[in-house]
Nanobody
Framework: QAQLVESGGGLVQAGGSLRLSCTAS????????VGWYRQAPGKQRELVAG???????NYADSVKGRFTVSRDNAKKTVYLQMNSLKPEDTAVYYC???????????????WGQGTQVTVSS
């Protein structure tokens, strides 16, 4: 099995910063694309940022210029640096990774348990 664990969430004032981490563990051969998602109360889960294994990135329009996604393949960790946070960024943040556990097998999608980010005004 493979597991994803997010960390780094918390309470921050508007304009502040947080850095989230998503670390994979377990039986893993390779981690391909990873996405950071968020879900606010009463809203659908949405993609915030994604990063391919090679490092190419994409962002939701609402976070462009404020959030940066990066990865350390050796540490099996993906980061989400969040700057200039706004109250509307308040949500549970989840990471999702496409994981290859065995070289001859296809990738599977795994989710972390989520970490709460609360931005006060």
């Amino acid at each position: 099995q493979a597991q994803l664990v997010e960390s780094g969430g918390g309470l921050v004032q508007a304009g502040g910063s947080l850095r989230l981490s998503c670390t994979a563990s377990g039986s893993i051969f390779r981690i391909n694309a990873v996405g950071w998602y968020r879900q606010a109360p009463g809203k659908q889960r949405e993609l915030v940022a994604g990063i391919a294994r090679g490092g190419s990135t994409n962002y939701a329009d609402s976070v462009k210029g404020r959030f940066t996604v990066s990865r350390d393949n050796a540490k099996k960790t993906v980061y989400l640096q969040m700057n200039s946070l706004k109250p509307e960024d308040t949500a549970v943040y989840y990471c999702n990774a496409d994981v290859v556990r065995i070289p001859t097998m296809p990738e599977y999608s795994y989710w972390g348990q989520g970490t709460q980010v609360t931005v006060s005004s």
